[in-house]
């Protein structure tokens, strides 16, 4: 079993900080790519925020560059999402993805966390 769980959501003022976590368990031989997703109120689709390699290579999308930043603790399995400078725009369900190989398993696959509710608001 693979399991992707989030946490450090919550409820923040426009300007305030916050940091997400993203713990991977479970039967893993390898991650290579984790990103952070997000869908805002009303919307239908999830928005891809920012991606990392397992060598530490970072994107982001145009809307939160110089102000969030993904990091990683292969160590540990876990993905960090650290929010600056945050603004209402950013309220939204953030979720971890994870491409990953499981041990005995021949195919890489996507694999998502439950999500974590983030509310900017003042």
């Known amino acids: 079993q693979v399991q992707l769980v989030e946490s450090g959501g919550g409820l923040v003022q426009p300007g305030g900080s916050l940091t997400l976590s993203c713990a991977a368990s479970?039967?893993?031989?390898?991650?290579?790519?984790m990103a952070w997703y997000r869908q805002a109120p009303g919307k239908q689709q999830r928005e891809l925020v920012a991606t990392i390699t397992s060598g530490g290579n970072s994107n982001y999308a145009d809307s939160v560059l110089g102000r969030f930043t993904i990091s990683r603790d292969n160590a540990k399995n876990t993905v960090y999402l650290q929010m600056n400078s945050l603004k209402p725009d950013d309220t939204a369900v953030y979720y971890c993805?994870?491409?990953?190989?499981?041990?005995?398993?021949?195919?890489?696959?996507?694999?998502w966390g439950q999500g974590t509710q983030v509310t900017v608001s003042s």
């Open positions: 479970g039967n893993i031989f390898r991650i290579n790519g």
């Open positions: 993805n994870a491409d990953l190989l499981r041990e005995g398993s021949r195919f890489q696959y996507k694999y």
